[in-house]
C-alpha cells in the first residue's frame, strides 16, 4: 500500500432517533380528519405535545397532572371535558406506540407550506426514566 494513503478505521455510526415531528404527526393522525382549519390543527399539534410530554410521567399521576393544566386553563365545563378526553386518548396512543420514546418536546412551531402542515420540534430532551 502507498505510504501516501492514510488508513481510516470505520467508525458506526450513532443510532438515530425516529425524528419528533413525524412521531407527533403520527400520534394525531386519527384526529386530523376531524379538523376544519389550519388553526385546529396546529391545536392540535399544541395538544399532542403537551400529552407527549405528560404522558412521561408515571400514569399514576396523569389525572391530577393534567387536572391542574385543563384547570389554569379557566376553560367552560364541557370544553374541559372534552380537552381531557382527547389530551388522555394522545397520552395512551403515545404510549402504545412509542413508549420507550422519553423525549420531552421544550418548543414546537408549526407552519403550512404548498397547502401541507410542517411540524418543527426546536428542541428536546431525555426525560429521567
Not at 79 to 100: G, H, N
Request: glycine share 2%.
Amino acid at each position: 500500500m502507498p505510504e501516501n494513503r492514510k488508513r481510516h478505521k470505520k467508525v458506526a455510526s450513532p443510532v438515530s432517533e425516529p425524528d419528533l415531528p413525524q412521531l407527533i404527526a403520527t400520534l394525531v393522525e386519527p384526529f386530523r380528519e376531524e379538523l376544519e382549519t389550519p388553526e385546529l390543527f396546529k391545536t392540535l399539534v399544541a395538544t399532542a405535545c403537551m400529552a407527549w410530554n405528560m404522558a412521561n410521567q408515571p400514569q399514576t399521576e396523569w389525572v391530577g397532572a393534567l387536572s391542574q393544566v385543563i384547570a389554569q386553563m379557566d376553560l367552560p365545563e364541557d370544553a374541559s371535558r372534552q380537552l381531557a378526553e382527547v389530551v388522555l386518548s394522545l397520552m395512551k396512543r403515545k404510549l402504545e406506540l412509542f413508549s420507550d420514546d422519553r423525549r420531552v418536546i421544550n418548543s414546537y412551531e408549526v407552519s403550512e407550506m404548498q397547502g401541507r402542515f410542517l411540524i418543527t420540534v426546536n428542541q428536546v430532551v431525555s426525560a429521567p426514566v
